[in-house]
């Protein structure tokens, strides 16, 4: 698709993704709605998170040495990664030193991001994904459509012809007398990836938060297959953002209460895994953390862009969103779908395709996703900015433009400015010798500037400035 009309286009179009979209936001919606009114001080809640993610962003690279420094006392490995490039790179050289030619995943955004899966599997690496949503995606041959429930485009019938079709290519197959009643369809996962959690020697994970006064990482997560990936491997690989960073140990007091809420309607995660490099005896012994820049300081860099670097990953703003209900999360072109994506992603790959440029209009401005965002991300404003942006690295400048362009550096310096008036003089002066008619006015001037002189009359500049006649009478006192 070149842009996200298009994609969205084609979306509409299909009656069954509209109806499960409209089914699985309704339902969210809801729970979030519900978990959130128990809280007296919720609007409280969202201005420390805020104001804890504004703080960590404003010192990010401060903090970012704090963490190095504690994760590495602790037994771990910090590799830091320019772009995609770099950190796919050293990810894969970590899986062949440790012998294995497969690897188990907790859902990851930054993974999605960078590609990883494609990377690993053009080094003959197999990547499983672990989460029921993520596995159900990967078996479809799909790509993720929501932050939280990437198989939010898909119903029950569905995930079960999935299974049916696909799971013997990847391990052990569904049984044959498969149901889509939700507990079969979770059972048949839970039985294919067992084998996979007992084999696997490397484990690669995202992380929701790092904490740089301990150098800690925290996933948190509903179905266990995180614990399982973070504490069985020998080896374990975090890929992280750094904008997850948080300056202290106490800030998760207040993001684990609007995360859970935010996200799954809950008032706590059902696993909350938090892990400081390595402990001897117990879980891998070969911890590495590579921080992911891959954009992320030029956010940083833009003064009215950068608040989008507070995103948690809740998904709130899809699940209120009325065009992401319409159109599902393919249509952004993106691991980052919905209102946050239309904002978050311009800016990391930037606005160089018309796909990406078109990004910032996928929103009717409604306000919805500020109401719910528990890190108040003024997303609506941020759409205004980028479009404004969109709009002026596409716009041609006009003859106007350029001649105040021209005017504004020849003002800008005393000297350019007078050999200006000399040169104009010296053309004056010869307008008005009788070699030329002596000529008073201009009827007509060079293009660009001949559409302005058609109608007007300009007089011919004098052959003297008045910074000249100054100083040639001394200020005036000589006539």
Same mark, same amino acid.
């Given at each position: 698709?070149?842009?996200?009309?298009?994609?969205?286009?084609?979306?509409?179009?299909?009656?069954?993704?509209?109806?499960?979209?409209?089914?699985?936001?309704?339902?969210? !919606? @809801?729970? &979030?709605?519900?978990?959130?009114?128990?809280? *007296?001080?919720?609007?409280? #809640?969202?201005? +420390? $998170?805020?104001?804890?993610?504004?703080?960590?962003?404003?010192?990010?690279?401060?903090?970012?040495?704090?963490?190095?420094?504690?994760?590495?006392?602790?037994?771990?490995?910090?590799?830091?990664?320019?772009?995609?490039?770099?950190?796919?790179?050293?990810?894969?050289?970590?899986?062949?030193?440790?012998?294995?030619?497969?690897?188990?995943?907790?859902?990851?955004?930054?993974?999605?991001?960078?590609?990883?899966?494609?990377?690993?599997?053009?080094?003959?690496?197999?990547?499983?994904?672990?989460?029921?949503?993520?596995?159900?995606?990967?078996?479809?041959?799909?790509?993720?459509?929501?932050?939280?429930?990437?198989?939010?485009?898909?119903?029950?019938?569905?995930?079960?012809?999935?299974?049916?079709?696909?799971?013997? !290519? @990847?391990? &052990?197959?569904?049984?044959?007398?498969?149901? *889509?009643?939700?507990?079969? #369809?979770?059972? +048949? $996962?839970?039985?294919?990836?067992?084998?996979?959690?007992?084999?696997?020697?490397?484990?690669?994970?995202?992380?929701?938060?790092?904490?740089?006064?301990?150098?800690?990482?925290?996933?948190?997560?509903?179905?266990?297959?995180?614990?399982?990936?973070?504490?069985?491997?020998?080896?374990?690989?975090?890929?992280?953002?750094?904008?997850?960073?948080?300056?202290?140990?106490?800030?998760?007091?207040?993001?684990?209460?609007?995360?859970?809420?935010?996200?799954?309607?809950?008032?706590?995660?059902?696993?909350?895994?938090?892990?400081?490099?390595?402990?001897?005896?117990?879980?891998?012994?070969?911890?590495?953390?590579?921080?992911?820049?891959?954009?992320?300081?030029?956010?940083?860099?833009?003064?009215?862009?950068?608040?989008?670097?507070?995103?948690?990953?809740?998904?709130?703003?899809?699940?209120?969103?009325?065009?992401?209900?319409?159109?599902?999360?393919?249509?952004?072109?993106?691991?980052?779908?919905?209102?946050?994506?239309?904002?978050?992603?311009?800016?990391?790959?930037?606005?160089?395709?018309?796909?990406?440029?078109?990004?910032?209009?996928?929103?009717?401005?409604?306000?919805?996703?500020?109401?719910?965002?528990?890190?108040?991300?003024?997303?609506?404003?941020?759409?205004?900015?980028?479009?404004?942006?969109?709009?002026?690295?596409?716009?041609?400048?006009?003859?106007?433009?350029?001649?105040?362009?021209?005017?504004?550096?020849?003002?800008?310096?005393?000297?350019?400015?007078?050999?200006?008036?000399?040169?104009?003089?010296?053309?004056?002066?010869?307008?008005?010798?009788?070699?030329?008619?002596?000529?008073?006015?201009?009827?007509?001037?060079?293009?660009?500037?001949?559409?302005?002189?058609?109608?007007?009359?300009?007089?011919?500049?004098?052959?003297?400035?008045?910074?000249?006649?100054?100083?040639?009478?001394?200020?005036?006192?000589?006539?």
């Amino acid at each position: 698709m070149k842009d996200f009309p298009s994609a969205a286009q084609v979306a509409l179009d299909n009656p069954v993704l509209r109806r499960n979209m409209a089914h699985a936001t309704t339902t969210i !919606r @809801a729970k &979030r709605a519900r978990a959130v009114a128990e809280l *007296d001080n919720w609007e409280q #809640l969202r201005l +420390a $998170a805020e104001a804890i993610k504004d703080a960590a962003l404003h010192r990010l690279d401060e903090h970012l040495e704090t963490f190095e420094v504690n994760a590495t006392a602790a037994g771990a490995r910090v590799h830091w990664a320019r772009d995609a490039e770099e950190a796919n790179r050293i990810v894969v050289e970590l899986v062949r030193a440790a012998g294995a030619t497969e690897v188990v995943k907790v859902k990851s955004m930054a993974t999605q991001e960078i590609e990883l899966n494609e990377a690993l599997a053009a080094a003959g690496i197999d990547a499983w994904e672990t989460d029921l949503a993520e596995l159900i995606v990967q078996l479809g041959d799909d790509w993720p459509s929501h932050i939280l429930v990437p198989a939010i485009h898909r119903n029950r019938a569905e995930v079960r012809d999935i299974f049916l079709r696909e799971m013997a !290519r @990847a391990g &052990r197959p569904a049984p044959a007398d498969l149901t *889509d009643d939700p507990g079969r #369809l979770a059972e +048949a $996962a839970r039985l294919h990836l067992r084998e996979k959690f007992l084999r696997a020697r490397v484990a690669v994970s995202g992380a929701n938060f790092a904490v740089a006064d301990t150098g800690s990482l925290v996933v948190v997560e509903s179905e266990g297959n995180g614990r399982m990936c973070l504490t069985l491997p020998e080896t374990l690989i975090s890929v992280v953002g750094i904008e997850k960073v948080l300056p202290s140990w106490r800030d998760l007091e207040v993001m684990l209460q609007v995360l859970p809420r935010s996200s799954t309607g809950e008032r706590e995660n059902p696993y909350t895994s938090v892990w400081t490099g390595v402990s001897p005896g117990d879980g891998p012994q070969d911890v590495h953390i590579v921080l992911l820049d891959n954009g992320r300081t030029d956010v940083l860099a833009d003064p009215d862009g950068r608040s989008a670097l507070r995103c948690i990953r809740c998904s709130a703003c899809l699940n209120v969103c009325p065009v992401y209900e319409r159109v599902g999360g393919h249509a952004y072109g993106s691991v980052y779908p919905g209102p946050i994506g239309a904002v978050l992603t311009p800016q990391l790959r930037g606005t160089t395709t018309e796909f990406d440029r078109s990004l910032p209009y996928a929103s009717s401005l409604c306000g919805a996703c500020f109401d719910v965002c528990p890190v108040r991300i003024d997303i609506p404003s941020m759409l205004v900015h980028l479009r404004t942006r969109v709009v002026d690295e596409q716009r041609r400048p006009t003859a106007e433009q350029v001649a105040m362009t021209v005017a504004g550096w020849m003002f800008g310096d005393h000297r350019r400015l007078e050999a200006a008036e000399k040169a104009v003089g010296v053309a004056g002066k010869a307008l008005r010798s009788s070699a030329f008619g002596k000529k008073s006015t201009l009827q007509a001037l060079p293009w660009p500037a001949t559409a302005w002189s058609r109608t007007r009359d300009a007089p011919v500049p004098p052959a003297e400035s008045f910074r000249a006649w100054w100083e040639r009478t001394d200020g005036g006192t000589r006539e």
